[in-house]
């Protein structure tokens, strides 16, 4: 994956559990985080249970799958596509909470669903990754969006000028303009509430000691990282 590019990545990656001690503190923790890397094959086999474990009920499509987890909330995984959003929306329950992964796609069926969430007075959190499209189309439209610990929310220049929200607006006046249309941008949660997006909230944070690591084996692209603005 190139600086300039991000693909559309059907169940994109979540920080493995063994990292999120120094992902969260920005610990020098050597040894957990060789342990993780030995143990790398092991993790990926268990995400691969998880994912044919974790819902009861699924609709499984070539780019998206939608379901049912086992304490009952919608989970919604692949690329954002108008089929993928009339799934999930033909589901929804009065309360239910929709989980999220997504690496993009169509910026108007993530908001579709985010909108429809509101309806139901439900709330949207990020079951894994939530990257461009669907991070700029989560943040802005879903009344309450929830970044749990081990979740990450990247944004892209482009996904951001495509929401035209002006709390959009007021973040790209943050990036520089020699970042790339479609580079993953991390925004800090102070930026991201300073510009007035009082609905997102944030359980943890990426530390600065951890980044280069995260952009290998979380985000798997380069980063740019924005903490003021």
């Not at 094959?41 to 699924?58: H, K, S």
Request: proline residues 5%; aromatic residues 8%.
């Amino acid at each position: 994956m190139t600086a300039s590019a991000s693909p559309h990545l059907l169940h994109p990656p979540r920080v493995p559990p063994s990292a999120l001690p120094y992902l969260e503190y920005g610990e020098p923790l050597v040894r957990r985080w060789g342990r993780y890397r030995r143990n790398g094959a092991l993790f990926m086999i268990a995400v691969a249970i998880t994912g044919l474990t974790a819902c009861q009920t699924r609709a499984a499509h070539s780019d998206y799958e939608v379901g049912r987890s086992m304490n009952g909330n919608l989970v919604y995984s692949g690329i954002l596509s108008q089929a993928g959003a009339d799934d999930l929306i033909g589901s929804l329950k009065a309360g239910d909470f929709v989980s999220v992964t997504s690496s993009g796609g169509d910026l108007k069926a993530g908001t579709a669903i985010a909108e429809a969430v509101n309806k139901i007075n439900g709330y949207v959190t990020v079951g894994g990754s939530c990257y461009a499209e669907c991070a700029s189309s989560m943040a802005f439209s879903a009344n309450r969006l929830v970044v749990p610990i081990g979740a990450t929310l990247l944004f892209t220049k482009q996904s951001l000028r495509s929401s035209g929200s002006a709390v959009a607006r007021r973040l790209i006046s943050c990036i520089p303009e020699e970042v790339p249309e479609n580079r993953y941008i991390w925004i800090a949660p102070s930026v991201m509430r300073a510009a007035g997006a009082q609905n997102v909230q944030f359980e943890w944070t990426v530390a600065s000691s951890a980044r280069n690591s995260f952009e290998r084996l979380g985000a798997g692209a380069p980063v740019y990282w924005i903490d003021t603005c």
